[in-house]
């Protein structure tokens, strides 16, 4: 839809960037789909790959609207190229990467999972979307030509995938955040349980103890009381001695 004075809309525009911007990471894809497989391992594990490499669809290079048919091929394409055996010269990088593009499948088999990784692109889509309005306003406020640099199809793409990849690192770092978190919870609630059991088991024992010295006590408390009694029996007899009589003396 054209704007006033035959200009088309800023949404038109934004429309045409991002259809543009597809356009050409297809081309890419169509490109790099062919590189070797010293190329793909590189590309799978290039600086700040596990990052890069939350984004499925960045890993095994592939539009989010295919088609799961499509995906199975382009999965047993990639997962070819990096595989350990056909990389016997550099296995261990080979398995690292064969291993980030079988978690970007299984992944992407998975309905919700995929669905996730769509609305976070679609995010990052629409954030550089509303940045780009933000602009023009500010440009129509102070009297200048709206024309921003998102307006350049490279720079739209590059801003997408900044943002997208923004968007990915943020949710793996709040997910490993939670994770910490509930591992912490975990490991509390297990020493809070064992501290219980210990407690239990101290009390358990005591309360052993306490019966198997029970008769013992009874008896050491029957022989205190006999004692006791025997030096009292004794003592009151001393009491009851005749006192002695006096011989009178005559005169």
């Not at 990088?93 to 669905?115: H, I, S």
């Not at 949710?171 to 912490?184: G, P, S």
């Not at 010295?213 to 009292?232: E, L, M």
Request: aromatic residues 8%; charged residues 45%; glycine residues 4%.
């Amino acid at each position: 839809m054209a704007a006033a004075g035959g200009e088309p809309s800023a949404q038109s525009c934004s429309d045409e960037l991002f259809q543009s911007f597809y356009t050409e990471v297809k081309q890419i894809e169509k490109r790099d789909s062919v590189l070797t497989s010293k190329q793909q391992i590189d590309r799978l594990l290039r600086p700040g790959s596990s990052y890069f490499n939350l984004n499925p669809f960045e890993v095994l290079q592939i539009d989010p609207d295919a088609t799961d048919e499509e995906l199975k091929k382009r999965f047993r394409a990639l997962s070819i190229l990096v595989h350990p055996d056909k990389n016997q010269d550099d296995p261990d990088r080979a398995q690292q990467a064969f291993e980030a593009v079988d978690k970007a499948y299984k992944l992407l088999l998975d309905g919700e999972q995929k669905k996730r990784a769509v609305d976070v692109i679609n995010a990052g889509k629409e954030y550089v979307e509303h940045m780009m309005k933000e602009k023009r306003k500010q440009l129509k406020k102070d009297g200048k030509p709206l024309i921003v640099e998102e307006d350049d199809p490279e720079v739209f793409k590059q801003a997408v995938y900044k943002q997208t990849m923004k968007l990915f690192a943020e949710l793996e770092i709040k997910r490993k955040e939670r994770e910490a978190k509930e591992m912490h919870e975990r490991k509390r609630a297990r020493e809070e349980e064992i501290e219980t059991a210990e407690r239990a088991k101290r009390e358990r024992e005591w309360q052993k103890n306490f019966e198997e010295t029970r008769d013992g006590r009874v008896d050491s408390w029957r022989n205190f009381q006999a004692k006791g009694k025997t030096k009292k029996e004794k003592k009151n007899r001393s009491f009851l001695k005749p006192p002695k009589v006096k011989m009178e003396q005559r005169e």
